[in-house]
């Protein structure tokens, strides 16, 4: 069987690749603003079909999506058999297949892609695909489907869902009918598997009070919307930033990385949330959350991905021990340069930990090593693993005592609770308030597990963010030469001073972290470390940002 040439040409040319842009497939993707992306969706179509073929015809997913960027934005991504993102050795086919310039190109580089993968083209292609809110979603989704079209794929729309609720379909088709069966691959299918585990984890503990949440304007407000009934009065859930029909709003003063970013309450809370509060905040695509509470005296305090970490390691590794499995199971925490150093100090002494560079593949590659493997990234995108091995000794265990009996069923579970394809932060957020419900915590009790060393996180536009290269899972700079030495220079004149620099995966713009023992020095030390950047890439004097003089 061979590639439908006159189709594919015929399609292709509906979809011109714009002069002058060099596309990436980077830690999430492709993305850029939405209306340049017509030609990457249609290649994706294709490639997604000609990856479903490579694996004798399990389902791939495709998902449209920016997450946390600004509304104009848009991207796709891959999704791989068991929910799990794209095999890193495909984003450079991706990539090239992005940025051929004429209908031959791409039939001649697809020819010689299929014969060097060796891809049977007679086998059957199956791909499953969704968006999210953006106005530009749906012409993305029209060129998917053309792609889709051309290389002859099996393909269904999920329409507008979280990106989790996506990759969690995507593993259940996968799995039907074997001994890893995942769940029904329906949006309702996700939505009852969570909301029964959670009943069941919590049983009669104390309900907390209401929660609020910030959808950021986005999807996942359909989400908290659909789970809110089933958890009966086990918990209420008051959504906030629901405008998902309003222009211009998504992820705008809101959402889990202005929360993180910004270090403050979002604005449109303020007369919301009350002292002693806590609320949580979904970015655009219900992936990322981020928690935090308003002190008695109305103070804002953020509870990021390393706090759900520690809540959450804390709670497993006790769990372990009370069913009797302490040496049988193993815990361990998964990090990236941004973890807080006091968040790694508090895991250290209580399981074993890695740092790894960021970018969740390399977070979710990470946990696979162990029985039990939990990463969440600083930003609040995070998920805890639970290995084959694990899940058959948790479904065979014989508990010696009633109280080993009672730990093994809260972990059962857990594992039904945790969405473990993706980071998601519905199935997150649940498991945040079962745990909070079990120990008995107010979001204050939480935050003092430990303290937070003060950290700030930069962006600063350069003309080029890929000549930056990093190494020692991108916590030094190998290139611009002579960089890394500066900031070496800059962080010692800083008590517990610690900083970073790093390109981003999803935007243009390169990231800057900072720690030190004090805000001011924090302060101080992100911007001067910002200026440096700036400056080494021959920024314009008269746009250097102000706060970086």
Same mark, same amino acid.
């Given at each position: 069987?061979?590639?439908?040439?006159?189709?594919?040409?015929?399609?292709?040319?509906?979809?011109?690749?714009?002069?002058?842009?060099?596309?990436?497939?980077? $830690? @999430?993707?492709?993305?850029?603003?939405?209306?340049?992306? /017509?030609?990457?969706?249609?290649?994706?179509?294709?490639?997604?079909?000609?990856?479903?073929?490579?694996?004798?015809?399990?389902?791939?997913?495709?998902?449209?999506?920016?997450?946390?960027?600004?509304?104009?934005?848009?991207?796709?991504?891959?999704?791989?058999?068991?929910?799990?993102?794209?095999?890193?050795?495909?984003?450079?086919?991706?990539?090239?297949?992005?940025?051929?310039?004429?209908?031959?190109?791409?039939?001649?580089?697809?020819?010689?892609?299929?014969?060097?993968?060796?891809?049977?083209?007679?086998?059957?292609?199956?791909?499953? +695909?969704?968006?999210?809110?953006?106005?530009?979603?749906?012409?993305?989704?029209?060129?998917?489907?053309?792609?889709?079209?051309?290389?002859?794929?099996?393909?269904?729309?999920?329409?507008?869902?979280?990106?989790?609720?996506?990759?969690?379909?995507?593993?259940?088709?996968?799995?039907?009918?074997?001994?890893?069966?995942?769940? &029904?691959?329906?949006?309702?299918?996700?939505?009852?598997?969570? @909301?029964?585990? +959670?009943?069941?984890?919590?049983?009669?503990? $104390?309900?907390?009070?209401?929660?609020?949440?910030?959808?950021?304007?986005?999807?996942?407000?359909?989400?908290? &919307?659909?789970?809110?009934?089933?958890?009966?009065?086990?918990?209420?859930?008051?959504?906030?930033?629901?405008?998902?029909?309003?222009?211009? !709003?998504?992820?705008?003063?809101?959402?889990?990385?202005?929360?993180?970013?910004?270090?403050?309450?979002?604005?449109?809370?303020?007369?919301?949330?009350?002292?002693?509060?806590?609320?949580?905040?979904?970015?655009?695509?219900?992936?990322?959350?981020?928690?935090?509470?308003?002190?008695?005296?109305?103070?804002?305090?953020?509870?990021?991905?390393?706090?759900? @970490?520690?809540?959450? $390691?804390?709670?497993?590794?006790?769990?372990?021990?009370?069913?009797?499995? &302490?040496?049988?199971?193993?815990?361990?925490? !998964?990090?990236?340069?941004? @973890?807080?150093?006091?968040?790694?100090? =508090?895991?250290? /002494?209580?399981?074993?930990?890695?740092?790894?560079?960021?970018?969740?593949?390399?977070?979710?590659?990470?946990? &696979?090593?162990?029985?039990?493997?939990?990463?969440?990234?600083?930003?609040?995108?995070?998920?805890?693993?639970?290995?084959?091995?694990?899940?058959?000794?948790?479904?065979?265990?014989?508990?010696? $005592?009633?109280?080993?009996?009672?730990?093994?069923?809260?972990?059962?579970?857990?594992?039904?609770?945790?969405?473990?394809?993706?980071?998601?932060? !519905?199935?997150?957020?649940?498991?945040?308030?079962?745990?909070?419900?079990?120990?008995?915590?107010?979001?204050?009790?939480?935050?003092?597990?430990?303290? /937070?060393?003060?950290?700030?996180?930069?962006? !600063?536009?350069?003309?080029?963010?890929?000549?930056?290269?990093?190494?020692?899972?991108?916590?030094?700079?190998?290139?611009?030469?002579?960089?890394?030495?500066?900031?070496?220079?800059?962080?010692?004149? =800083?008590?517990?001073?610690?900083?970073?620099?790093?390109?981003?995966?999803?935007? /243009?713009?390169?990231?800057?972290?900072?720690?030190?023992?004090?805000?001011?020095?924090?302060?101080?030390?992100?911007?001067?470390?910002?200026?440096?950047?700036?400056?080494?890439?021959?920024?314009?004097?008269?746009?250097?940002?102000?706060?970086?003089?």
């Amino acid at each position: 069987m061979a590639l439908n040439v006159p189709l594919l040409s015929e399609l292709y040319d509906k979809h011109p690749k714009p002069a002058h842009i060099t596309f990436q497939y980077g $830690t @999430a993707g492709f993305r850029t603003l939405g209306d340049q992306l /017509d030609s990457v969706l249609f290649r994706m179509g294709v490639l997604a079909g000609l990856r479903s073929k490579k694996l004798d015809g399990k389902t791939i997913g495709v998902m449209v999506t920016a997450s946390h960027n600004p509304e104009a934005d848009n991207g796709v991504k891959l999704v791989d058999p068991r929910g799990e993102m794209l095999e890193t050795s495909w984003e450079s086919h991706a990539t090239a297949l992005a940025n051929v310039n004429t209908a031959t190109e791409f039939v001649d580089a697809l020819d010689a892609f299929v014969k060097a993968v060796k891809i049977d083209l007679s086998k059957p292609a199956r791909v499953v +695909y969704a968006r999210d809110t953006r106005p530009s979603g749906p012409a993305l989704v029209a060129a998917l489907e053309d792609g889709l079209k051309a290389i002859g794929a099996e393909a269904h729309d999920e329409g507008v869902q979280t990106t989790p609720i996506l990759h969690y379909i995507v593993r259940c088709l996968n799995t039907k009918g074997t001994k890893d069966e995942y769940g &029904e691959p329906t949006p309702d299918g996700y939505y009852n598997k969570l @909301a029964t585990a +959670y009943k069941k984890l919590v049983g009669t503990k $104390t309900t907390l009070q209401p929660l609020v949440v910030d959808c950021a304007n986005g999807v996942g407000f359909f989400a908290i &919307e659909k789970i809110a009934p089933l958890l009966d009065s086990h918990i209420k859930l008051v959504p906030q930033n629901v405008a998902v029909d309003t222009l211009g !709003v998504l992820n705008h003063a809101c959402g889990a990385d202005f929360v993180k970013t910004q270090q403050k309450l979002p604005p449109s809370l303020a007369s919301v949330l009350k002292p002693g509060e806590r609320a949580c905040s979904l970015d655009g695509d219900a992936d990322r959350l981020m928690y935090y509470y308003l002190d008695e005296r109305g103070q804002f305090h953020m509870l990021d991905g390393d706090k759900i @970490a520690a809540l959450v $390691t804390a709670f497993i590794s006790d769990l372990v021990k009370g069913s009797g499995l &302490e040496g049988k199971i193993e815990v361990g925490v !998964v990090q990236t340069a941004y @973890a807080n150093g006091s968040s790694t100090k =508090y895991m250290e /002494d209580r399981v074993p930990v890695r740092c790894v560079p960021t970018g969740v593949k390399h977070l979710h590659h990470a946990a &696979e090593h162990f029985s039990v493997g939990v990463y969440f990234e600083a930003n609040g995108h995070g998920t805890v693993l639970f290995s084959p091995s694990c899940l058959e000794t948790l479904r065979t265990h014989e508990p010696s $005592t009633p109280a080993h009996a009672t730990s093994l069923k809260h972990l059962l579970s857990l594992t039904e609770l945790i969405n473990q394809a993706v980071g998601d932060a !519905v199935s997150d957020m649940l498991l945040v308030e079962a745990v909070l419900a079990h120990r008995s915590y107010s979001g204050e009790q939480w935050d003092s597990l430990y303290a /937070d060393l003060p950290n700030r996180l930069v962006k !600063v536009s350069v003309p080029n963010r890929n000549v930056f290269k990093t190494e020692d899972a991108e916590r030094r700079l190998v290139s611009p030469p002579g960089l890394q030495t500066k900031l070496d220079e800059l962080v010692r004149k =800083y008590e517990g001073g610690r900083t970073f620099v790093r390109p981003s995966g999803t935007e /243009d713009v390169v990231r800057v972290y900072a720690e030190a023992r004090s805000r001011g020095h924090v302060d101080e030390l992100a911007f001067k470390v910002a200026g440096i950047v700036y400056d080494s890439q021959n920024g314009d004097p008269a746009k250097r940002p102000r706060e970086f003089l």
